[in-house]
């Protein structure tokens, strides 16, 4: 067990043994009860093929063919749960999603997702068997890709 401090400005100070093993520059922070949780963020490069899931959608393939040439792809784009799930996940569109997840990491493009994304990720990978921890590390994983929900209005 290690102690650290937090200085006057709120940022804590991991051990180096701990920063090593963990080799993430950003962790989301949760409050549980009174205890701080901190979850690791991986570099966009280490998400690819991260799980295996083989759901993708031929209609995602037709739009990414259609939007290849990089003139194209400058400015805002509404992304789906599938471009996300096809580049963690790997199979047929993980080169095709690697290409958007790519260019949002370069902030080439502002990209925008329905904030029902994580309700479809959810489901999605609950009806594919996943375990609860499993379906937990999708989401903090997609949390880690740039975008920016949008809220669901009635």
Not at 7 to 36: F, H, N, Q, Y
Not at 120 to 132: E, F, Q, R, T, Y
């Amino acid at each position: 067990m290690n102690i650290v401090e937090l200085d006057t400005r709120g940022r804590l100070t991991l051990p180096s043994e701990i920063r090593s093993k963990v080799k993430a520059k950003k962790c989301i922070v949760v409050l549980e009860g009174d205890s701080i949780r901190l979850i690791p963020l991986m570099d966009l490069p280490k998400l690819k093929g991260l799980i295996i899931f083989r759901g993708a959608l031929k209609n995602l393939k037709k739009l990414v063919n259609s939007l290849s040439p990089k003139e194209m792809l400058k400015g805002r784009f509404l992304l789906d749960a599938d471009v996300f799930l096809s580049y963690i996940g790997g199979g047929l569109l993980v080169d095709h999603a690697e290409k958007i997840i790519k260019l949002i990491a370069d902030r080439m493009i502002e990209t925008f997702v329905s904030s029902m994304l994580y309700d479809n990720v959810i489901s999605a990978l609950c009806s594919k068997g996943l375990d609860i921890n499993s379906v937990i590390q999708v989401l903090v994983v997609i949390a880690s890709i740039p975008h920016n929900p949008l809220p669901t209005t009635l």
